[in-house]
């Protein structure tokens, strides 16, 4: 018996070219839609498939019903030796946090360290995308940013103020892979319950709680309950935190002004983020650094195992090791993704995006 | 029928007063040892208890087995306008970080934001006394540490190659209290083990886990277990993370490296710190930031209660009320520590403890 609807691959110059014709189609500019058409394709290509090509309806979406500034004035508003804030005009968030991470760069080439943060950005992608930016040019990249939509409350609170408000760093190696860390403050990430509804699956316990505190498993239910913050108060205290620092900081929204850019399409987000960069050249040798990484990861590795366990992996491994595959053999695409890419290409009136 | 063993109380000066005489007994130059004395007193005021001066006994175990040095050139190897790497020269790490904390402070406030480490440090105490100092001056507090026994394996793993590394971070508000966040990467704090351990009670699951997996409850067992991080492999992710911040980027020890402080009184720690100072002037109108904050804390205790739960608090609002009500009335001490510190006096030939 074979397979009857085996997974579409799609190559990553084919991803990457398909999603910048959509952006031209909607009045971005090449350079600009070329820019997040990278971004949103490198999102895939390491398996972050909830923040790659499967937003594009939506960012389409909200570029048509003029919820997005597509002729943006991105600029700098505030400025000083180790740190600025990005006023993103409402563009497309990838515009706003690239401008973001690469002034990030060059003052912490001068000043050892800088923090760059955005307000009036929008949703971005992935928030390891920009933390390893940085590692290139040997730093250390860690990101903060505010989630596009409220689905935590404060603990013992009903009252959704938060969102699953994620944390990235990235830490150079030598010859191991970059170590990267990117993670919700919640338990589950709200698309990973969109996912188990769609799959028509149960969520595991610890995931959300309904209005009585009690468990709740049917991610069809979801909008009666609130996500769970990591480790109970402490994931509350994060999520706060990331908030307060990507949001409050920069003058983007945060609480109750968040906007719910899954049922909002139009009133502009005021989306904040912040990356800081850590220049390693300031604290020393780099060499001595990333032997010291090098050899933290391999004793991790080769540390002895519980029971069950194959394997120990450092974080951002899998995402490598993916990265890597998919570069060579194209990036698997999920058929009803596909079907609804096909959609959006005649929507649009634009070649299809071409499968390998 | 009256209470056998009342709590004693001691005032904060008087704890102070007898911390200080303690520290220059065993060395200490006093205007060293009256730093560390208000730094731990300030400990117990707002009830980090288990960083307070029940720590002195070790300390003083510490210093007279020479693994402190007690006339240390606490002094700064890199600089540059936003960064430095303090080498604390094996001291009592209070004044290695307050040193680093208040150089993060004048950088900051010509860079905007400034990061200091620390290597050659020791333990100094709770995370939030130093994300707590910047607060004074208009700027936010991020702090970072490298704990000092490794008591957390990766995820998976058994080797014991990480430790409970935990983050801090203090906000400033306006008529509200800063908001502090001070979290052990791990669900608990070994010390919160060995607190368990002492009043002969059972830890519930999720705390720690054995050589199989399973779960680990009688904390008398908890060498033959391993702490459990927060969040599962984001726990580790994340105190994995900080002790390379902390830790391997100042070229403080991380890894197999860890002394565990608890059963070597002799061999240098080689401890790492960082402290992340960001000054909010840099970024706007103080105030507007300060009134945001107060919206939000003010939004988050408003906020719909879930069943039974009587208050949602904010991080650090139990310490704030803690510190104004021992400040005012006393702090509580436990007989038994009393009794212990009653030895060390005598075991020192100095002035016990006065208690109110």
Do not use: C
Not at 158 to 175: E, R, Y
């Amino acid at each position: 018996m074979t397979d009857p609807s085996p997974t579409p691959i799609v190559q990553f110059d084919a991803l990457r070219a398909f999603i910048s014709r959509a952006l031209v189609r909607v009045d971005l500019p090449p350079s600009d839609a070329e820019v997040v058409a990278q971004l949103m394709a490198q999102a895939d290509l390491q398996g972050s498939d909830g923040h790659g090509v499967i937003r594009l309806p939506q960012y389409v979406k909200r570029i048509r019903a003029g919820g997005i500034n597509t002729r943006p004035n991105i600029r700098v508003v505030q400025e000083r030796a180790a740190m600025a804030t990005v006023d993103g005009d409402n563009a497309m968030g990838h515009l706003v946090v690239s401008r973001a991470v690469d002034l990030a760069i060059v003052k912490a080439r001068e000043a050892g360290v800088a923090w760059v943060g955005t307000r009036h950005s929008n949703h971005a992608g992935p928030a390891s995308l920009y933390a390893r930016m940085p590692v290139a040019h040997n730093m250390i990249g860690l990101y903060f940013a505010v989630g596009n939509a409220n689905h935590l409350p404060a603990w013992g609170g009903m009252d959704m103020l938060l969102s699953t408000n994620p944390i990235a760093a990235a830490i150079p190696a030598g010859v191991e892979p970059e170590i990267v860390l990117d993670m919700a403050t919640t338990v589950a990430a709200y698309g990973k319950v969109k996912a188990k509804a769609k799959r028509g699956e149960m969520m595991p316990e610890g995931w959300m709680i309904d209005r009585q505190g009690k468990p709740l498993l049917d991610p069809k239910r979801s909008e009666e309950g609130f996500l769970l913050p990591i480790g109970g108060y402490k994931g509350y205290g994060l999520a706060l935190i990331v908030g307060l620092l990507a949001g409050t900081l920069q003058g983007a929204a945060m609480g109750k002004d968040v906007v719910d850019f899954n049922k909002d399409s139009v009133t502009p987000t005021n989306t904040g983020q912040a990356i800081l960069v850590i220049n390693l050249e300031a604290f020393g040798e780099v060499s001595v650094f990333k032997s010291a990484v090098d050899t933290l990861v391999q004793d991790i590795r080769a540390s002895e195992r519980l029971p069950g366990v194959d394997r120990v992996w450092l974080p951002g491994e899998q995402s490598h090791a993916r990265r890597q595959a998919y570069g060579e053999h194209g990036i698997p695409v999920a058929n009803a993704l596909v079907t609804e890419l096909e959609a959006l290409a005649k929507d649009l009136g634009i070649e299809p995006m071409k499968l390998a």
